[in-house]
């Protein structure tokens, strides 16, 4: 009786019963779509509806879903080596992993302390900052920040993040931050004389900062030069410099990682979601050999106690490894260029249009603004996602911000459909 | 040239260039050990040496490593659909595992938050706990917890640990939180009348707690009874129960959840470890009626905006059921039932032995204290690891509490080898 029942519903029925769902207010948000299968760039709901996925669900699946070359590495690890604690041991796919990611991470990085999302990852890079001080002697308790950064959602990322609309419940419990606004190019020289004014005052410990691009403040891009300014002065005044790259990270920007694009180099990065090219969980912490320097000692208390059961999981560090095989290879490489330079020219194209505000891009990543006003989570952005959808398109509008974030496999027929339907939007909103 | 070096050295020794290894102290620490597989109950280290997994690696290998039934759940998902947003979108594996785990679940648990480790499981349990007062307008922003408790590295998590011995560096950033001591049965008239004092002064919107057992603190029991009395105070002042049983769940007390044991259920519930079964991570909130209640609204600020990447991974959902369904499966539940009682018989006989303190067991967890005084990371802590490690079996004592948390499938054979190697370290320490 009971399993006719569950064979009656659909999966957006039974889904309602017992799940409650990230980000999202259940009284007001409609049912969830029910995925059944995916591949490469396409994902395909229980009624059979194809969409093409426009974000590489969430920036991870850059190199395609089910990609099998992915799939069979972590396979073939699932039957050698499932879990083992990684405190006291060690194993051949996390050093496989740590020889080849050091090879592509920004100069400078050198230890590499695994986690298991982005969260955990920026955590571990304000304890570095923050225990980094402490360690030397330092009474520096302070972090620094962008205004409308975004870092996690666990207590520490949460502190640092900017984007706070509804973290009213928490604010009394989060630590000290500074904030500063974003270099505009414009606004450089008041930033800076800011920082300079709020360095005399402070004691900061880091500077907590997206490279380039913050991801959840909308695709907002920021000025490098300003950034390379801003990051000088923190260096000077020993402030740690960490750069949280979970967004950025493996080819986004169309270089390996944002702060490629910056003279000064971070002393932390962190990274995830695209880390395990969409596979599995794992975050990922780095940091050069002066931070680590500081937590090395006889004794013992000045070690960085953190850990989770999981980290440095075989699989994941399978899949990670496989992930910058393929974002190194030729063929991967060639497609970034493909999308850097078909994504320019289409930013130049929207720009022109009355509706467009701030056409954009870098990389594979392009976005722009509707010119429609519109609530981050409102009635008129969930039409403006009903609307992709309907097109056979999956992407995710932040409000009136429009992006694309393709996996790097994305065929010229499928980024041209996104294009088209993007086109579309500005003729119906 | 550089493939020859790096095939000359070990992995041990090329472990050391680019590893920084969660809890440890690199400088005091000696040279990891490589992990080249593991199967079933069973360890094996690059040179061929075997242990058997007497911890199940960090109370997660329960079903034994890369288990056939789980390892082909999970190849056969990874072809299927690998990760897909959690927000707006849903999917079976999702789906069927909050319909086999609620079935589980302590009494009154009613919906599942997904995330990725057990930090942000306990992370997402007191953010439920502040904003559910939060959004019924209470003044409520104080968390309660044990003395000794251990609940993750998180800014959050580590705020509630009260086991913060190297927490020296981030303690001014911590929430306010307050705690009382376990109840020990001899003490539980004066914990209550404290705890009642607690309450008329503060403003206490949940109590998180580890039930039956506190595992980092060195699997120190505690008084069903008293924490019984505890939790029933709580509930009457309208105090949210937070479970943290991301160490307990999934049967490794003898029954599904240690707060199972206890009448009064929590109304929060925290997972992870066992959960997936040790292949790969993931964390689990779930929560009753009440509590989800409190953010369905047609205010979008009262829902949680909290949300990770790989929230709910196909994969790891995969592995999660299938774990659900190897836990209540005959032959698991009766391989339990014989290591409980092959445990009481070990306490019982260690309990006469002069160098034997409070021996204990409950379900598959058996611990005792070696009466040796020794420091949590010190010399002779690691001299007694090294001792197990040379007689082929992986445990990982706690300053001197030695315990054991075997995988469900160990055989006789193995379990005696964990009891006989224990037995020796009493004559030699």
């Not at 695994?114 to 900052?129: C, L």
């Not at 991801?215 to 740690?240: S, V, W």
């Amino acid at each position: 009786m009971r399993d006719v029942e569950l064979k009656e519903k659909s999966l957006g029925e039974r889904d309602k019963k017992h799940l409650w769902h990230p980000l999202t207010q259940h009284k007001t948000s409609p049912e969830m779509l029910a995925i059944k299968k995916a591949k490469g760039c396409i994902l395909t709901d229980d009624k059979g509806n194809e969409y093409i996925d426009g974000i590489s669900s969430w920036y991870t699946s850059v190199y395609g879903h089910c990609n099998d070359y992915l799939t069979k590495k972590v396979a073939a690890q699932m039957q050698q080596l499932d879990q083992v604690v990684f405190s006291g041991f060690t194993h051949e796919p996390a050093v496989k992993l740590s020889e080849a990611l050091i090879k592509i991470l920004p100069q400078g990085q050198q230890k590499l302390f695994f986690n298991d999302n982005g969260s955990t990852a920026t955590e571990i890079g304000i304890k570095m900052a923050l225990q980094y001080h402490h360690n030397l002697g330092n009474d520096r308790k302070v972090m620094l920040a962008f205004e409308e950064g975004f870092h996690g959602d666990t207590f520490g990322a949460m502190s640092v993040s900017g984007l706070s609309v509804y973290n009213g419940a928490f604010q009394d419990h989060f630590i000290r931050v500074e904030r500063i606004p974003v270099p505009t190019g414009e606004n450089n020289q008041e930033v800076l004389s800011f920082l300079k004014e709020l360095i005399k005052k402070q004691t900061i410990a880091g500077f907590i900062y997206e490279p380039l691009i913050q991801g959840a403040a909308a695709m907002k891009f920021h000025d490098a030069q300003g950034l390379n300014e801003i990051l000088k002065i923190c260096r000077k005044n020993e402030i740690i410099l960490v750069a949280d790259e979970v967004m950025t990270g493996f080819g986004k920007t169309g270089s390996y990682f944002a702060s490629d694009y910056i003279d000064e180099k971070p002393d932390v990065v962190c990274m995830s979601k695209a880390l395990t090219a969409g596979l599995l969980p794992m975050g990922l912490t780095s940091c050069s050999q002066k931070v680590y320097d500081a937590f090395y000692s006889d004794d013992i208390a000045k070690g960085l106690f953190h850990g989770h059961t999981y980290t440095a999981n075989p699989l994941a560090c399978a899949a990670a490894l496989a992930g910058v095989e393929l974002l190194v290879s030729e063929k991967i490489q060639s497609n970034i260029k493909n999308i850097t330079e078909a994504n320019l020219e289409f930013a130049n194209k929207l720009e022109s249009h009355p509706k467009v505000k701030n056409a954009r891009s870098k990389g594979v990543i392009l976005a722009f603004e509707l010119n429609v006003k519109m609530e981050r989570y409102g009635n008129l952005r969930n039409k403006l996602f009903r609307f992709f959808m309907d097109n056979g398109v999956f992407l995710r509008p932040l409000g009136n911000t429009i992006y694309i974030v393709p996996p790097y496999v994305i065929s010229e027929k499928e980024l041209q459909k996104l294009y088209s339907v993007m086109e579309e939007v500005l003729e119906v909103f």
